[in-house]
C-alpha cells in the first residue's frame, strides 16, 4: 500500500524559512517522480514543485522559483522541500504526491497518490 | 485565475448524470493528457481519471473522461450523494509547469 506522510509544517514569520518532509513506503521510491501540491485555505489546487526519480531533474511553479527547493533523498525514502523568503500568500496546506510524467509529444503528468497534507502558516 | 477554466458549481439529483467541463489551451489541453480529481470535503484529492479517459483501480465507470481540442469533460453517471465534492482537471503545460483547474463543487441535489 502507497503511503504518504508530510510533516514540517507550522507557522512562521514572512521572511522566514521552513523544510517540510514526505516520507514514502509501499512503491521503489527511486523509481518514480514526486511533487509538491498546495491548497489555500478555501481556495483550489496549486502546482509547486516536481522531482523526477533519480533527482536529476526538478521543475518549480513561477510563484515560488528561487525561493522553493525540492529535493528527494533516495536512501531515506523521503522527499523535502525547502522554502525560504516565506510570504503570507504561501499560507496552505501542503500535499506531497507521487507522480507520473512524461514530457514531449503529447505530455502527462499524473498525481496517482497523495498525503494528508501538512498545514503550513505564514504571518507575524 | 486558473489557466484552466472550469465552471464553479454543478449540480443534479441523485441517480441523474452530470458533465463538468475543463478548458484551456493549445499550450495545454490541446496538446497534452489531462487527468482528473476528486476531493471530498476535508480530504486529500484522489485520481479518477488519467490520459484523458482512462480510470485507476478502484475508480468505478461511473467516472468517464474526454477530451476534444483544447477542452476536456469528467461524467459521472448514476451520481450518488456521496459524490458531493470538488473536482479538478489537470495537465502539463509547454511552460514545463503543471496546472489545475479552478475547481467544480458538485452538489447531488
Known amino acids: 500500500e502507497v503511503q504518504l506522510l508530510e510533516s514540517g509544517g507550522g507557522l512562521v514569520q514572512p521572511g522566514g524559512s521552513l523544510r517540510l518532509s514526505c516520507a514514502a513506503s509501499?512503491?521503489?521510491?527511486?523509481?518514480?517522480?514526486l511533487s509538491w501540491v498546495r491548497q489555500a485555505p478555501g481556495k483550489g489546487l496549486e502546482w509547486v514543485s516536481a522531482?523526477?526519480?533519480?533527482?536529476?531533474?526538478?521543475y518549480y511553479a513561477d510563484s515560488v522559483k528561487g525561493r522553493f527547493t525540492i529535493s528527494r533523498d533516495n536512501s531515506k525514502n523521503t522527499l523535502y522541500l525547502q522554502m525560504n523568503s516565506l510570504r503570507a500568500e504561501d499560507t496552505a496546506v501542503y500535499y506531497c504526491?507521487?507522480?507520473?510524467?512524461?514530457?514531449?509529444?503529447?505530455?502527462?503528468?499524473?498525481?496517482?497518490?497523495w498525503g494528508q497534507g501538512t498545514l503550513v502558516t505564514v504571518s507575524s | 485565475q486558473s489557466v484552466l477554466t472550469q465552471p464553479p458549481s454543478v449540480s443534479a439529483a441523485p441517480g441523474q448524470k452530470v458533465t463538468i467541463s475543463c478548458s484551456g489551451s493549445s499550450s495545454n489541453i490541446g496538446n497534452n493528457y489531462v487527468s482528473w480529481y476528486q476531493q471530498l470535503p476535508g480530504t486529500a484529492p484522489k485520481l479518477l481519471i488519467y490520459?484523458?479517459?482512462k480510470r485507476p483501480s478502484g475508480i468505478p465507470d461511473r467516472f468517464s473522461g474526454s477530451k476534444s481540442g483544447t477542452s476536456a469533460t469528467l461524467g459521472i453517471t448514476g451520481l450518488q450523494t456521496g459524490d458531493e465534492a470538488d473536482y479538478y482537471c489537470?495537465?502539463?503545460?509547454?511552460?514545463?509547469?503543471?496546472?489545475f483547474g479552478g475547481g467544480t463543487k458538485l452538489t447531488v441535489l
Open positions: 504526491a507521487k507522480t507520473t510524467y512524461y514530457y514531449g509529444s503529447g505530455s502527462y503528468v499524473n498525481f496517482d497518490y
Open positions: 490520459e484523458n479517459n
Open positions: 509501499g512503491f521503489t521510491f527511486s523509481s518514480y517522480a
Open positions: 522531482i523526477s526519480g533519480s533527482g536529476g531533474s526538478t
Open positions: 489537470g495537465t502539463w503545460d509547454s511552460s514545463l509547469s503543471a496546472l
